[in-house]
């Protein structure tokens, strides 16, 4: 049972990349799903959820119409579209799984390793 996030990089701002995570198990198919960033010194915070179904999402106002959430059950994968990207946008990205409707990340308990996104000026 894992979460395996990728596709950060480096990327000018205005820019756009789409971050997947890659879930095994059956576990996931029936769990909401979230993203959180980690900025240097800061928090780690809430950006993006999708329900178990892929039929509802809810963002940060931070990144609301920049972002978007998706799931393909096929796949098992969560992705996370980040167009027109910032500099606040810079952190690392964590994707992760709860059986809560929550942007509390305390209520998630499975986590995948971060994917790095750094954007420039």
């Known amino acids: 049972v894992q979460l395996q996030a990728s596709g950060g990089g480096l990327v000018q701002a205005g820019g756009s990349l789409r971050l997947s995570c890659a879930t095994s198990?059956?576990?996931?198919?029936?769990?909401?799903m979230g993203w959180f960033r980690q900025a240097p010194g800061k928090e780690r915070e809430f950006v993006a959820r999708?329900?178990?179904?892929?039929?509802?999402?809810y963002y940060a106002d931070s990144v609301q119409g920049r972002f978007t959430i998706s799931r393909d059950k096929a796949k098992n994968t969560v992705y996370l579209q980040m167009n027109d990207l910032t500099p606040d946008d810079t952190a690392v990205y964590y994707c992760?799984?709860?059986?809560?409707?929550?942007?509390?990340?305390?209520?998630?308990?499975?986590w995948g390793r971060g994917t790095l996104v750094t954007v420039s000026s």
């Open positions: 198990g059956r576990t996931f198919s029936s769990r909401n």
């Open positions: 999708v329900s178990w179904s892929g039929e509802s999402t």
């Open positions: 992760a799984a709860s059986t809560r409707w929550t942007t509390d990340r305390f209520q998630y308990d499975y």
